[in-house]
């Protein structure tokens, strides 16, 4: 009889390349520890082709370029509690390398460029995020930038005059945040400025260096993931998720 693991949380993160998709999820296993949560690259799942097609890694601009049916299937057993043996492409060469298991953790971070490109994928998520650089590129805005609108959050990353960089935090389905006021005391010259629904904050605006603007926005996302998916990210003990460190720290 196969054993499975308790059915884990699934979290998309969503963007173009070069977006930060892969940095974020990096930066929320490191947040909530490896031991409760592990990182998934969707964009493994490129069509395998022929000896003279470009590598993998730079073929799947379009959903038409990646195995979707294959993402959803392991995706479909993940949340069953039960682990996956799935395809790498290696970052380096963009060729197809051996492939590897994925065990169930208590929270799954995937992130990719179509991972909200069906409605198939749609479903399977407890949580999504979508991380809009502003890029201008024909095949993001045809094929990446519409998974936007499907989105829980979406970080609009901008540049501002006079500032670095401003970040935008969009929540399309609002939770309760923590108090932001001891976040923005420990951020140094970034500044949140908060618009709050009922629900919770609607808009997050952070403004600022970007380094350090970068790094409130990756606890804030984090922070928003684990109380989204609440109650299931139960799972990770409180010390881990009320106690985390700012990444690098």
Known sequence: MTSRSPRPTLCAIIGDHGSGKRRLAQSIVAQLGAAHCAALALDDYAVPRGPDAPPPARAARTPHDASLALMAQHLRLL?????????????????????????PTALIVAHGLHGLASPELRALWDVSVFLDSGTADAEAQRFILPQRDRADLVVLRRAV??????????????????????????????????????????????????????????RLVAEYVVRRAAPRTAAIPAEVRSARPAPGA
């Open 161 to 218: 005059p006079g500032r670095a960089v401003r970040y935008e935090l969009r929540v399309a389905r609002p939770v309760p945040m923590p108090n932001l006021d001891a976040l923005r005391a420990d951020a140094d010259a970034t500044v949140l400025q908060v618009s709050s629904g009922a629900a919770g904050p609607d808009v997050i605006a952070v403004d600022g260096d970007e380094q350090q603007g970068r790094a409130v926005v990756e």
């Open 79 to 103: 949340r069953q509690g039960e682990t996956v043996f799935k395809p790498v492409v290696d970052r380096t060469s963009g060729d197809f390398s051996a492939p590897e298991f994925v065990h």
